[in-house]
């Protein structure tokens, strides 16, 4: 298979990008995990046709963030899809995005753009100054227009908050917090939905959700710890950071969802000598 029967984009999520020299948590400086992250993708051996970053791309959304934020990703010269989470703040995203058309005026930032082969729908869950995300009937009607617009292409939806139960939960309390199952019927309706991606959780999770598959993907810094008692108290980890590659195989109709480390590692070794086994 050639690169020309793919069309592949990186997903990175929940960056907490602060302003230089400042640490997020009063611990963690989350700008040379970026850098890292950013370098990772341009050695991926495949070049992403785009990036879609799935929210939490600062801390507090205060415009000396997204200034912060713009140059780490500068080294990215594709692409680059932006979507507000609950740590952003809409407006300051707009204002230090000017050349990103997409992100539109509108009260919410959703949008419908192509990456070859694929049609990413944007969907909005934040509540302004909340942890917690919802999809209120306005965002879902928009989705629904969207979606009647686009079933002659392979769709990938990209929002925030994951629309379902995670088992991890302090997050499952700032999820989504309305509209969730309205969105899962909505989605059931179509068969042309690749994927739901999302963000939030610092993990990489995925779950059968309306007829497809919704997931989340790692943080380029920290992750939320792996907790699955109800009680669990809010944590994160400096475990292994990551992001998805997901590419879209035209020669047989599915997309194919790889996670991707964060950082320069060994290798590759061949398996092979002279076409023998190495012994």
């Known amino acids: 298979m050639t690169t020309e029967t ?14 230089p020299d400042k640490l997020a948590y009063g611990r963690l400086d989350t700008a040379p995990y970026l850098r890292t992250c950013v370098e990772s993708v341009l ?24 200034a912060h934020l713009r140059e780490l990703l500068a080294p990215l ?53 909340e942890s917690g995300g919802e999809l209120c009937a306005i965002r879902l009607q928009w989705l629904r227009e969207a979606l009647a617009d686009s079933e002659d292409r392979p769709v990938v939806i990209a929002m925030h908050h994951p629309p379902f139960r995670t088992l991890i939960g302090h997050m499952d309390k ?71 590659v997901h590419a879209w195989d035209d020669l047989n109709g599915r997309l194919v969802s790889h996670l991707a480390p964060s950082g320069q590692f060994e290798g590759p070794y061949p398996f092979h000598e002279g076409g023998v086994l190495i012994d």
Request: proline content about 6%.
């Open 174 to 244: 700032i999820g989504v917090q309305t509209g969730a199952e309205q969105l899962k019927e909505i989605v059931s309706g179509y068969n042309n939905i690749e994927r739901i991606i999302c963000g939030h959780l610092h993990r990489a999770i995925d779950v059968r959700f309306g007829g497809t598959i919704a997931s989340t993907a790692p943080a380029p810094a920290h992750q939320v710890t792996l907790d699955l008692d109800e009680e669990a108290e809010s944590s994160w980890m400096l475990e292994p950071p990551g992001f998805r």
């Open 6 to 19: 793919m069309t592949i984009f990186a997903q990175l999520t929940d960056l907490h990008i602060r302003e």
């Open 77 to 129: 010269d594709m692409p680059l899809y932006l979507l507000p989470g609950n740590h952003d703040d809409r407006q300051n995203l707009r204002a230090a995005f000017p050349d990103h058309s997409y992100l539109g005026e509108g009260e919410f930032i959703q949008y419908v753009v192509d990456i070859g082969e694929l049609r990413l729908i944007a969907l909005d869950t934040v509540i302004p100054q």
């Open 43 to 66: 050695r991926l051996r495949q070049r992403p046709d785009a990036i879609v970053l799935t929210g939490d791309l600062t801390d507090f959304g205060r415009p000396a963030e997204y």
